[in-house]
Structure formats: structure tokens, C-alpha cells
């Protein structure tokens, strides 16, 4: 049974999601023979200032270049 994580930064619209749930969905099913209904996804969402990129969080990057 496959097991998707992904991890995002927070701020995707829900329907967003859903899309992103679907189409990783058909693609894992797809490319490992696996029925859709075997399929999970989870999301994780991260705050901008969880997630780091070359010693700065990505908020701190984000006020930095406006």
C-alpha cells in the first residue's frame, strides 16, 4: 500500500490540494500498478518560518526581498 508524504509551505487554497491529492494519486497508481484505493496521501504544512533555505528561514527570505 503505498504512502505519499509531501511536505508545502502553508497558504494553498483547499482546492489546491485536492488536485495535488488527486494527481499524485493517479500517478503513483499508474507507475506502481497499485489500485487507487490503496493509494495514501498526506500533507504536511509547514509554517515559513519551519523551513529553511541557506541559513534563512524561508519568511525571513520572503521579507528580505520585498
Not at 9 to 19: D, F
Not at 23 to 50: D, F, G, K, W, Y
Amino acid at each position: 500500500m503505498p504512502f505519499i508524504q509531501i511536505n508545502i509551505l502553508k497558504g494553498r487554497s483547499p482546492e489546491k490540494k485536492e488536485r495535488l491529492i488527486r494527481e499524485v494519486t493517479e500517478v503513483v497508481s499508474t507507475v506502481l500498478e497499485a489500485p487507487v484505493q490503496n493509494v495514501r496521501i498526506m500533507i504536511n504544512e509547514l509554517e515559513p518560518e519551519h523551513w529553511g533555505i541557506a541559513g534563512e528561514s524561508v519568511k525571513k527570505r520572503k521579507e528580505v526581498s520585498k
